[in-house]
């Protein structure tokens, strides 16, 4: 069992930058990834960044590239999102989430979800 709770989202300007947290709790088993999905409003949810908790591979949406880091500190059992240059259609929840397996960017395939953190990025 395996809790997450997001953290960090809030109200930006076009331009801006946030950094959004997890932190996770329980017992989770390697290899696991932990991810960033996001859901905007009448749309489904969509892959944003993964990384692995033991390793260094990180994955990225094309969206995502250049713009966005994910990170972790695992004395912290925290994985981050930094979010720069921002723009109006990152506007979504974003959600964390943890996959006891090998890397995937399908929603399906990830076994514990955060309640999700709402971000609003201003045009």
């Known amino acids: 069992q395996v809790q997450l709770v997001e953290s960090g989202g809030g109200l930006v300007q076009a331009g801006g930058s946030l950094r959004l947290s997890c932190l996770a709790s329980?017992?989770?088993?390697?290899?696991?990834?932990m991810a960033w999905f996001r859901q905007a409003p009448g749309k489904e949810r969509e892959f944003v960044a993964a990384?692995?908790?033991?390793?260094?591979?990180?994955y990225y949406a094309d969206s995502a590239k250049g713009r966005f880091t994910i990170s972790r500190d695992n004395a912290k059992n925290t994985v981050y999102l930094q979010m720069n240059s921002l723009k109006p259609e990152d506007t979504a929840v974003y959600y964390c989430?943890?996959?006891?397996?090998?890397?995937?960017?399908?929603?399906?395939?990830?076994?514990?979800w955060g309640q999700g953190t709402q971000v609003t990025v201003s045009s």
């Open positions: 989430a943890v996959r006891n397996g090998y890397y995937t960017s399908i929603p399906g395939r990830y076994s514990y």
């Open positions: 990384i692995r908790w033991d390793g260094d591979s990180t």
């Open positions: 329980g017992r989770t088993v390697s290899t696991y990834y």
